[in-house]
């Protein structure tokens, strides 16, 4: 479980920008990828402080 919540912003890093290159208007699609990127980085800030510690 400690491996996937790792491996996870590894997968983020790749999903995100992918997911918003589809977006037919490049600035959108770019600002919603820097929202997304933020709004995962929070989540998994929190879920390292009360998640990873607990697990390893």
């Known amino acids: ?3 996937l ?4 912003a590894i997968i ?3 999903v995100i920008p992918v997911r ?6 490049p600035s959108r699609g770019f600002k ?3 929202l997304f990127y933020v709004v995962f980085c929070f989540c998994y800030v ?3 402080k009360y998640f990873y510690f ?3």
Do not use: C, Q, T, V
């Open 46 to 48: 929190l879920a390292l």
């Open 5 to 8: 919540l790792l491996l996870s």
């Open 54 to 56: 607990k697990l390893i």
């Open 20 to 25: 918003m290159a589809r977006d037919p208007n």
């Open 12 to 14: 983020m890093a790749i």
């Open 32 to 34: 919603r990828s820097l």
């Open 1 to 3: 479980m400690a491996k």
